[in-house]
């Protein structure tokens, strides 16, 4: 497994919520569990410091990384640009696909389950960014929502069960690309994902 591969893993990890912001990962424990050499782990380490998922300190190893209220509007800026610009022109669009994650994450809201509301709307802006049919775009996605999964966990400690909150925004945009008004349902993220991104970094130390 090359450093670029153990990098994905790892991120594709933090997505998934396996590691914790602040957690101290055990290098040998993690080169063991990918049956990697640890020179090739410190490389994928290396690829993820870069993307802003874990923390390298010197003389005491490597941290998941816990975002801080200026990291949130950085990641929030980027995502209200990336998006909408998605919706917008997006020659893949699916709106089928969207409107069947919008009503799962509405079925896990009236059951409470809110780490099942999370993955949906999760996987809902993952849809979003996949209409544009860019893979380089794809994989910048998968570095922004595994930094997100570190501000949702980070926010969480806060405001339990606020990813409910951002399902009748979903629903929203939806109804409007139903109506074929991308522009409006773009329109309507934008301003959601701006608002949101306020919102979360005020809950957050700096």
Same mark, same amino acid.
């Given at each position: ?12 990890a933090v997505s998934a919520g396996e590691y914790s912001p602040g957690e101290k990962l055990n290098e040998v424990a993690v080169a063991d569990k990918l049956g990697i050499s640890r020179n090739t782990l410190r490389e994928g380490f290396a690829a993820? $410091? ?41 020659? $893949? ?38 209409? $544009? ?74």
């Amino acid at each position: 497994m090359r450093a670029q591969s153990v990098a994905a893993v790892l991120r594709h990890a933090v997505s998934a919520g396996e590691y914790s912001p602040g957690e101290k990962l055990n290098e040998v424990a993690v080169a063991d569990k990918l049956g990697i050499s640890r020179n090739t782990l410190r490389e994928g380490f290396a690829a993820l $410091a870069a993307d802003g998922i874990v923390d390298r300190i010197p003389n005491r190893g490597v941290f998941i990384a816990s975002p801080g209220s200026e990291d949130i509007r950085n990641l929030y800026r980027a995502r209200a640009v990336v998006e909408p610009g998605a919706l917008l022109w997006g020659d $893949a669009l699916d709106v089928d696909a969207l409107d069947r994650i919008v009503t799962d994450a509405e079925v896990s809201v009236s059951e409470s389950s809110s780490a099942e509301t999370a993955l949906a709307n999760q996987f809902f802006h993952r849809t979003v960014v996949e209409s $544009a049919g860019s893979t380089l775009l794809n994989e910048e996605m998968d570095r922004l929502l595994a930094r997100m999964r570190l501000v949702f966990l980070t926010v969480e400690r806060n405001r339990p069960g606020f990813h409910d909150e951002f399902v009748p925004v979903n629903r929203q945009v939806v109804t409007l690309l139903r109506t074929g008004d991308r522009a409006g349902a773009a329109s309507t993220l934008r301003a959601s994902l701006a608002e949101t991104g306020e919102s979360l970094a005020s809950t957050v130390s700096p």
